[in-house]
């Protein structure tokens, strides 16, 4: 009888998952066979597990995930030949017999043995362990299956298809990471990634898939890159690319607009910016039963100070202060002041008007020189202690100044100071947050992150947090020394 596979060729299509992917599949039927003691020898099982763990503690942050092939090369490698082919051909096997849709959902309800939801078994025997409810791979296997259940038929059924492209190397996952360039260009301080894995390969009947939870760390870490540092590896025509085809086969997701938005600014298109900027706002009110108009505003005028548009900067920022003040949001209030307060300064008009100028490396170093004669005059104030209103004027000044002339070696002593005043004014939940933002910064010189590191220490308060925060520091100590 012909596998599932069989039949007229269809239009290749790109098919759509929440949480689960192919590669967590196999992950469940490895743990599921590790808890059966039949698959895994004496030899293989530390290994093993060990490979396991790592994967989905990997899986919870990374959008990277390996192809079938490269999971059977590895248990190769756990143990001695001819073992170790008998290991791989035994996995290999035992997914190839899933070949209908019935098989992976008869699997996905055999895990209630394992998970110890079967009453009538007690718990169960001498043929197979119990996970913990509490333990990783327990809850692991308890969300996959969850979420199986929860599938629809038609859902189900792309799963199992996906399932055994993968199996049988007919289909991929659509990496949104592309290979790394062989050959460097010294003069170029930004290497971005060339290869491009999104070109559609009209030979596959079942071109791939993408997965929801993959695409939101995707997007999220670009972000959050665009956000610190102004760039990320991958380059803005890529970029552009991947967020094309991400917006085709998941339109919903409105982080797309978020980045997209970034992107534009790094490429200084203003209009794009602008209308991006709109549409993930609007994304946003759309979901949200409570509007936060001030923030939008807010990001508005960020926006147009940006591109050093200022009358329309302060347009916006009236504008947001005036929501902030109805809905009663004295953080943004104080943010929005801060920006007005900055764009009507001194300090604005000197920097811009020489920036305007010329935009060399002399100007930034003189920037950054007067940013931290700033920062050492708020330590001071914070000393002598000043009222909070002019410190976190001046601390929002500091921080401002640095994002829009994209100074480097700012953010861990602005950070640092930031928890310090939060530390002192009565908000420990605040200077945790500014401290831990602090450590995560980079670049930064030792003597910054000495002093954020020993700051941070000060203000835990127990033995495992000290114990990490020390762990950290000398990995960063000895990764800045090499």
Sequence with gaps: MDDFFSGPARTPLIIRTPFITPFKLVLLFLIYEFCHFQMFSTTTIPHAVKYLV????????????????????????????????????????????????????????????????NEEDGGGNGDYTVLEANSLFGLFARRCRVEFLRYSTQRKAELFEIFRGYITGKAKNKQLVPKQEDAMDEDIKTVYLSVDPIGLDETYRLDGWISDDQVDKFLTQQAENMERTGTTNVSPTTLDRYLDFLQKHAPDLGKIYQVRFLNHIRTYEYEGAV??????????????????????????????????????????????????????????????????SFLKGKVYDDVTTESDKNEDDGLKNTTYLKTMHQIQRIQDMLKSGKHPIKVFEKLYQCGILAYLKNIDYVAVPHFS???????????????????????????????DLEHAYLQTIDSVRNVDGIYLVLTSAIKCSVSMLV
């Design 417 to 447: 100071t930031m928890a310090n005043a939060w530390q002192q004014y009565g908000s420990h939940l605040l200077a945790d947050t500014y401290n831990k933002m602090a450590l995560e910064n980079e670049p930064a010189t030792m003597d």
């Design 54 to 117: 790592e994967c989905v503690l990997r899986s919870k942050e990374s959008y990277i995930e390996p192809e079938f092939k490269d999971i059977l090369a590895k248990f190769e490698e756990f143990d001695q030949p001819p073992q170790n082919m008998a290991l791989v051909d035994s996995i290999r096997s035992k997914l190839a017999r899933m070949k209908y849709p019935d098989n992976l959902f008869q699997f996905m309800t055999s895990l209630s043995n394992i998970l110890d939801l």
């Design 275 to 340: 209308e991006n900027l709109h549409q993930f706002y609007d994304y946003c009110f759309h979901h949200r039963e409570t509007p936060m108009y001030q923030y939008a505003l807010l990001s508005l005028g960020i926006l147009e100070a940006k591109f050093k548009h200022t009358q329309r900067a302060l347009m916006a920022f009236d504008e947001a202060s005036i929501v902030a003040r109805e809905h009663q949001d004295r953080e943004c209030l104080n943010e929005v002041q801060s920006w007005i």
